[in-house]
Structure formats: C-alpha cells, structure tokens
C-alpha cells in the first residue's frame, strides 16, 4: 500500500513529537511501542502498529545508552518498521530487521546533534551568569527544534519521498534473503530481552522473574495482560512495603513520629 502526501507529514509530525518527548523522557512516546501505535493510526492500521511495536520494542527496550555508547535510535526502528510492513506488505518481523539502516541513520543524526550542540555551552554559561532566563531558554528550544526537525525530516524523506524506491528494493529481494530478514527479525526480541536480563537480573528480582514464568507457563491464559496485572499487584505490594520500612525506620532512628509534643 502507499502513503499519501497528508499521511507523510502526519507521520512526520509524530516523529517530531516524539523526538522532543525523547530529550526528556517525560512521557516516554519515543519507545517503538508508543511511535508504532501512533503510527498505526495514522496509516489506519492500528493492528499493524500494535504488532509491529510489540516485536520492536521487545528488541530495543534492553539497548540502553551506557557511558559514551549510542545504541540504534529505538524511535526510527518503530517508526520505520510500521511504514515498511505497510508499504512492502512483508510480515513484521522481516520489516523489523530493514529497519535497523534507518535505526543506525537516526543513531548518527542523534550523535551529530549531540555533538553539535557543545558549541551552545559557552552562550548558556553567558546567559545563566547574568540571568538572562529568556536568551538561556531560547537556546535550549532551538536546539530542541533541531532535533525534532531532523527526525521529522528524515521520516518524512523515508516514509513518503522514498517510499517508492524502497517498495521496489525491498520487493526485488530474493526469497532467501526476505526469509533471513525474517529470521533476524524474530531473533532481535531474544536478544533485546536477554540484554534487558543483563542489566535487571539481580537476585532481588530473580523470584519476580519466575513468577512471571510460572504464571505464562504453567497456566491457561490467552494472553499476557492478566500477567501484567499481576505484576502491577506485586509492584503495588512492594511499594506500600517499601513505604511502612521507612516509616519504621524514621521511628527507629528516634524520628519524627508525632506523639502529641
């Protein structure tokens, strides 16, 4: 199927959107399953956004920016893996592994800009050291709208301007080809979890990670969701716990319990 003009820049204006949300974190509607969503309802396939998120973001959420590494931008590898499956008409897991050029495209954009953007220290230190508020916040939106117009460029080059040429690449690949992309596309979700492992398997959290197993495994559910909301008892649970401990410590430590004096 092919994008429309409109349906390029409103794609375009979700990748722009979420590119500002990503320099904050806030809301977090740069993650693959959020852009996918998204970008599902704009090609008015929700279906397809929510398949291609759920395998998108299973393979990104464990590529985490440690130190001076950059991993591949999670916010293009959801956009571009909705507007691949939707143009090309491949499964979402074939569209998932073609999405990673334009994953690693964002990864350096991203890498530039960040770079770039140390020749904006000096002005800010001038701003801040004679309270100039107003110079001081139209630096960091500038820079903000750089961003956010270069994710919304390169979206709309890839998802409308392009869409043609890269119909017609992907369609030309051989069969063995389209099904190793498949292949590779199945296997990222396994390794964007075991990277996720890495870093939250810790003995605290190894009895949780067994309940959800036992809980997938062992019992007749259709789908995932009544294990989330078990997963949100238990981390309720934890979290009242977690609130009585310091309360008890604070009376512990000879605190500020009110006894009436």
């Known amino acids: 199927m092919e994008i429309t003009l409109i349906q390029g820049i409103l794609l375009a204006v979700v990748a722009f959107i979420c590119a500002l949300d990503s320099a904050l974190e806030v809301f977090f509607w740069f993650r693959p399953m959020v852009v996918a969503f998204f970008a599902g309802i704009v090609l008015g396939d929700i279906e397809l956004g929510c398949k291609a998120g759920a395998v998108a973001e299973l393979s990104y959420m464990g590529m985490l920016s440690v130190g001076g590494t950059v991993p591949p931008n999670p916010l293009m590898a959801g956009m571009m893996t909705v507007v691949i499956a939707y143009t090309t008409g491949q ?32 002005p800010l230190d001038r701003a801040a050291a004679e309270g100039d508020t107003k110079k001081y916040t139209t630096i960091i939106l500038i820079s903000w709208m750089i961003t956010g117009s270069g994710y919304a460029l390169m979206t709309f080059l890839s998802a409308y301007a392009l869409q043609a040429p890269i119909q017609t690449f992907v369609n030309n ?7 190793g992309f498949e292949v590779a596309g199945g296997l990222l979700p396994a390794v964007g979890l075991t990277l996720l492992m890495v870093v939250m ?45 310091k309360k008890v410590t604070v009376v512990a430590d000879g605190g500020a319990e009110d006894d009436g004096i």
């Open 91 to 122: 499964g979402v897991e074939t569209a998932l592994g073609l999405s990673l050029p334009f994953a690693l495209l964002a990864q350096w954009f991203g890498i530039f800009c960040n770079s770039s953007y140390a020749m904006f220290l000096e």
């Open 173 to 179: 690949f051989p069969a063995w080809l389209v099904h």
């Open 201 to 245: 398997l810790k003995k605290e959290n190894a009895a949780y990670l067994f309940l959800g197993f036992l809980m997938t495994t062992f019992t007749n559910v259709g789908n995932i969701l009544p294990v989330a909301v078990a997963g949100v008892a238990v981390a309720f649970l934890g979290y009242l716990r977690d609130e009585q401990m």
